[in-house]
């Protein structure tokens, strides 16, 4: 199950967290500071978005998307909307429930009419429907397979991306063989898919399984340092990676840590044993020295409208995705001159006239094409540098062919 998959490799463990939850985002609404008088007034256009920003499963990895969203929504109308028009978020939390996800999937389209919808993590339950009203999705794709068609657009590396980036990382710092800890069970499709990566790039591979709630790793860590793993990826969050780190290094086994970015909480980048590790990301770094316009005006605009969240100790540059989502929409329906009452069309017509899109540096040149389903091999690579990341103010790109390869 994809979400089993992905939480048990990036949460070690699941809060008890709320219920069912219907969040609307609209532009008239606060969040760490609401829109500047001068925004644009009149009919908004509107725009969906789906999450499960409350789900036990995730142990809260999206619970401050809706702030992020917000932020978004208070940015734009406060720099004069879209085409002249307010911009309006409606975002259905489905909590988990599949049965909820496909209700908030045909609601959107049916009931709101929306041109798109802003996709981070959507249960699988809704990929049919979803494909079959061929409604533009934009953001990500998590599933490994059930929103991997042409209306989906995505917006940065995705987790196929980021299964070639961990090798390719390992390979640039001259490792000879990349090792990874998986959690078992659950993520043997991670594994499977790290290996042959691995194998097309000509670096050496080893592969272990964790089990998330045992007590020490003392034995995998010994296992990967027999087997000569001079580059690791822990799967696991944050604090998992700390712990498993800290029981490697108490071996004497130091290899060069590499994962991904959304385990950089502030208590891992104040981590010493894992200062300099390497972490791949789909969007460029907000923290960096040479930090893109784009990147600047997420973290300005956060901080700005959503300061607490922004400043949350748990924010990692994962929530750049539902920012990026926000300002693929905006870039496209500038491109095609979107209206309030646009249509699905018309928001695909906005799409495809976008030619070699970084959104100002913020994700890697981006073209869609009519009947295509658009993957990146391109990633951002930061370094944990004494409580700060650095790096990733440009993408790196592999071959295609080697993403091909692994997707097929």
Not at 334 to 358: C, F, H, Q, S, V
Not at 373 to 378: I, L, M, N
């Amino acid at each position: 199950m994809f979400y089993k998959r992905l939480r048990a490799r990036h949460v070690a463990g699941l809060a008890a967290l709320a219920a069912a939850l219907m969040l609307v985002v609209t532009a008239c609404s606060s969040s760490g500071g609401g829109s500047d008088a001068d925004s644009p007034g009149g009919t908004p256009i509107v725009v969906g978005a789906m999450c499960s920003c409350t789900a036990q499963m995730t142990g809260g990895a999206f619970s401050l998307q809706p702030q992020v969203i917000q932020a978004w929504v208070d940015h734009t109308n406060a720099g004069g909307g879209i085409n002249g028009h307010p911009v309006k978020v409606i975002e259905l939390d489905d909590a988990g429930n599949p049965a909820t996800a496909l209700q908030n999937a045909k609601k959107l389209v049916q009931q709101y009419k929306v041109p798109a919808i802003l996709f981070t993590e959507v249960l699988p339950s809704a990929a049919a429907y979803l494909k079959s009203t061929e409604t533009p999705l934009i953001g990500f794709d998590l599933t490994f397979g059930p929103y991997s068609f042409p209306s989906l657009f995505t917006v940065g590396a995705d987790e196929w991306t980021a299964s070639v980036a961990v090798g390719d990382i390992a390979k640039r710092a001259g490792k000879q063989k990349f090792g990874y800890m998986y959690c078992n069970p659950g993520c043997e499709q991670p594994h499977a898919m790290a290996k042959a990566s691995a194998e097309k790039l000509g670096i050496g591979y080893f592969g272990v399984p964790i089990s998330l709630s045992q007590p020490d790793y003392v034995a995998q860590c010994l296992a990967a340092k027999s087997a000569g793993a001079d580059a690791l990826e822990i799967g696991s969050n944050g604090n998992g990676v700390s712990k498993v780190a800290g029981q490697c290094a108490s071996q004497q086994y130091n290899p060069m840590l590499i994962g991904g970015a959304f385990v950089a909480t502030k208590k891992v980048l104040n981590d010493p044993v894992l200062n300099g590790e390497k972490l791949w990301s789909s969007y460029a770094n907000y923290q960096g020295d040479s930090t893109p316009p784009g990147a600047k005006v997420f973290s300005d605009a956060m901080q700005k409208y959503a300061g607490a969240a922004f400043n949350d100790p748990e924010f990692t540059p994962q929530y750049e995705l539902a920012w990026a989502a926000g300002q693929m929409f905006k870039a496209a329906a500038e491109a095609g001159k979107i209206k309030p009452g646009a249509t699905a069309d018309d928001m695909r017509r906005g799409l495809y006239a976008l030619k070699n899109e970084t959104l100002g540096g913020l994700i890697a040149p981006t073209t869609y094409e009519p009947g295509k389903f658009f993957r990146t091999p391109c990633y951002y690579e930061f370094t944990i540098d004494s409580g700060k990341l650095t790096g990733g103010d440009k993408p790196n790109c592999v071959d295609q062919s080697v993403l091909d390869a692994i997707t097929g």
